[in-house]
């Protein structure tokens, strides 16, 4: 059955800005520190707010606010350089009416930091939805639930843009119809948690046509 969308969905970070290696290496070094008794601890957390991760793996308070301080410091340096294709990408689908949003676990101080480098990304996309928007993380799906529901259009008619297992398994559980961008992980290993699997956004048509293609 022919598929007509109304909106995509897009994660920020190994989606629409090219930064999951840098917070593989920070939060990498944190595992190592605080919690060197849980492996790959960098890849556990991921698509989950800081307070989620402090809530379920950083219990004490003053380790708290000194990975805070670390990330902060961490996050004002960091390049937020667009993924290949993204963009451009955005840009089409605004052309041809499409609503748009980021969706993403990163909290507003982090977004004044991205905003510093890329204000653009305030006209870019309808809507921005950040940690403060939701009660859970990724991989519940209701994240990309309200944001649809911020842009007035039903979760089925939706696509999402999707890197990381928790964001992908997000996604799926929402409804909608999941793109998954092997920017972060192999495409492998998140083949079997998307409905397409791209390398980039990079010449893609439009939604209805990357929706209506074979797998």
């Known amino acids: ?32 520190e605080y919690r ?8 556990r957390i991921k698509g989950q707010t800081l ?7 950083i219990p004490d308070s003053a380790t708290q606010e000194e990975i805070t301080h670390r990330l902060d410091q961490f996050e004002s340096q960091m390049s937020f350089e667009y993924i290949k294709g993204t963009r451009a990408y955005v840009e089409k689908l605004q052309r041809a009416g499409v609503k748009t949003a980021i969706v993403t676990s990163s909290n507003q ?13 305030k006209t870019l996309f309808n809507r921005i939805m950040t940690s403060e928007d939701f009660t859970e993380s990724k991989p519940s ?3 990309y639930l309200r ?63 990357l929706a209506n293609s074979e797998k």
């Open 141 to 143: 799906p209701q994240c």
């Open 1 to 32: 059955m022919k598929k007509n969308f109304q909106a995509a969905l897009f994660d920020l970070d190994g989606v629409v800005l090219d930064t999951e290696s840098q917070y593989t290496e920070f939060w990498g070094q944190m595992g190592r």
């Open 109 to 121: 101080p982090k977004m004044e930091s991205v905003y510093r480098t890329r204000p653009e990304l």
């Open 147 to 209: 944001a649809a529901a911020a842009l007035e259009v039903p979760i089925a008619e939706c696509v999402v843009f999707e890197d990381s297992i928790n964001g992908l398994l997000s996604a799926k559980a929402s409804g909608a119809y999941v793109v998954g961008l092997a920017t972060t992980n192999p495409m492998e290993v998140i083949e079997p948690l998307s409905d397409i699997v791209v390398v980039n956004l990079e010449g893609l048509d439009s939604l209805d046509s």
């Open 36 to 43: 060197p008794d849980v492996p790959v601890f960098c890849q």
């Open 51 to 57: 307070r989620q991760i402090f809530d379920a793996w």
